[in-house]
């Protein structure tokens, strides 16, 4: 590929225009923007050349996927977490792209095979990714790349490219062209194609060629036929279960509350910001027209800022927000992505205090085993108090018998709580305090914070804050926990009662 001092870097999604900034500020070269945020850089549209990193929005929008050359992915893990304290970034074992030579160990329930990539990684051979010419047998060495990396396994092609920045050579004899390419300019890519494709080889064009001399892309031509030609030949003499070729890495990256607010901070540097915009856009739906117009609105017309952001609380509060009596549920996420659902979960209370937004919730437990790091058992009759504020970093949790004797207080420390679809939802941060009757507050740190430290997942900006958090919190449990969660407990109980009195059924959820 072409080499340049600045890596080239193409953005799409509800977090461009911050990224669009942060990658400018800090010497990357943005390619192919949309028009709106080349109008508000005063970048290029028209800039083809290939990505070496892809920016774009996880499906659940709750952060970014790069797509990037190994190369870059200190460069841009160093970045996220000097800039954003909550950032949690996973990166993938394996490397989209990446050619092995593997060895074709079984076939797969759901059709096609089962490929050993190396002693420990596996990979699924679809049917329709084998090439019609392709003999399969059992127990043979077997050239594929990496296409997509699906779960439980990632899913692998015979089909080899061999990627430029105006072309693509393929493993089927053909010439095809992207679809940005119309009209005489794509017939001619066309021709061209049949003229240079390497035997046995065919071309895919880039919307980089529509630029490009026909000497540039003569010489591409030429350099991936060379490098093609080198892989065969490496694979040749190369051993089964070994990677022949580098890929791309991917990085999943989420953006928990914190870095939302400071992206919010960013992109307001370049074009009016409400107040909690990308959580706002996150969450999709109607919101997302709402955020736009007004920020439109306010470069057309001038108004205060704050006077949208008061309206777009209201709304919040009336509209979005789930109210008492609500029954929700509560998204306890794993910094690796695996989710448990707490819950369902009663909202007795939501009380409102300048921005702050708490819910004060009434759950009922099945007995049996016992209480986490309490140590309690869990007994017939048991119920907890859940306190949960929007955008705090502890989820409050008191649990009591039958009797309404405190058993314990569960302090979760996590990113700042937020409202999705239904569920408040953060990260939990593996650290927690928790507080028995008659025998004081103590920090249950069980090395997994440290574990995803020295992994790479977290900073050690975020690693600090946790420490610091769980510090701060058993200070608060030890001096004034014990009585705060009694008054909660002793208010919800009253509302209770209340209900009870006017023949209204208190519902019993478990969990």
Do not use: C
């Amino acid at each position: 590929m072409i080499e340049t001092e600045k890596p080239r870097v193409r953005i799409r999604g509800i977090y461009s225009t911050a990224l669009t900034k942060l990658f400018l500020d800090n010497g990357f070269e943005i390619i192919q923007p949309s028009r709106e945020i080349a109008k508000r850089f005063g970048l290029e549209e028209e800039r083809y050349l290939s990505p070496e990193i892809d920016i774009y929005d996880r499906q659940d929008q709750q952060g970014v996927l790069i797509e990037t050359l190994p190369k870059y992915t200190e460069r841009i893990t160093s970045l996220f977490f000097n800039e954003f304290t909550d950032v949690i970034i996973r990166k993938s074992k394996i490397q989209k792209g990446a050619i092995y030579k593997g060895i074709i160990y079984r076939p797969a329930p759901q059709g096609g095979f089962i490929i050993k990539l190396t002693i420990d990684k596996d990979a699924w051979l679809p049917p329709n990714d084998i090439e019609t010419n392709k003999v399969i047998k059992l127990g043979d060495p077997i050239i594929v790349e990496v296409k997509e990396l699906t779960e439980p396994l990632p899913r692998v092609t015979t089909k080899i490219t061999i990627p430029g920045d105006f072309a693509v050579l393929i493993s089927s004899e053909d010439v095809k062209v992207s679809h940005k390419i119309r009209g005489e300019e794509r017939e001619k890519l066309i021709e061209i194609g049949k003229i240079l494709r390497p035997e046995g080889w065919g071309i895919i064009w880039r919307t980089g060629a529509m630029n490009a001399e026909l000497e540039e892309l003569q010489d591409e031509i030429e350099r991936l036929k060379e490098e093609a030609e080198k892989l065969l030949k490496v694979a040749e003499k190369s051993p089964a279960l070994v990677q022949l070729r580098e890929g791309m890495n991917i990085l999943t990256v989420t953006f928990p509350g914190m870095s939302k607010l400071r992206l919010d901070g960013i992109r307001s540097e370049v074009f009016p910001t409400v107040r909690y915009h990308h959580w706002l856009k996150s969450m999709g739906n109607s919101l997302t027209l709402i955020v736009d117009f007004s920020e439109k609105y306010l470069v057309k017309n001038g108004t205060e800022i704050e006077i949208i952001n008061k309206s777009i609380k209201q709304m919040l509060l009336e509209e979005i927000l789930p109210t008492e009596n609500t029954i929700i549920k509560i998204s306890h996420k794993k910094p690796r992505g695996r989710e448990v659902i707490l819950g369902p979960a009663r909202i007795i209370f939501r009380d409102e205090n300048g921005e702050n937004v708490e819910f004060i919730m009434y759950r009922r437990f099945k007995p049996g085993g016992y209480y986490d790091g309490i140590g309690a058992p869990k007994e017939p009759g048991d119920y907890g108090i859940t306190i949960a504020r929007l955008f705090d970093t502890k989820l409050i949790t008191a649990y009591f018998n039958i009797e309404n004797k405190l058993k314990g207080i569960y302090v979760n420390i996590n990113t700042p709580i937020e409202y999705y679809n239904g569920h408040l939802s953060y990260i939990d941060l593996e650290v927690d305090v928790v507080y028995v009757p008659g025998e004081g507050a103590k920090i249950l740190d069980n090395e997994k914070l440290k574990k995803h430290l020295e992994e790479g997942l977290i900073s050690e900006k975020l690693f600090e804050f946790v420490k610091k958090k769980a510090e701060e919190y058993k200070e608060w449990v030890e001096k004034e926990g014990e009585e705060f969660v009694m008054s909660v407990a002793d208010r919800v109980r009253r509302k209770l009662e209340e209900e009870v009195l006017k023949e209204e059924e208190s519902p019993i959820f478990y969990i």
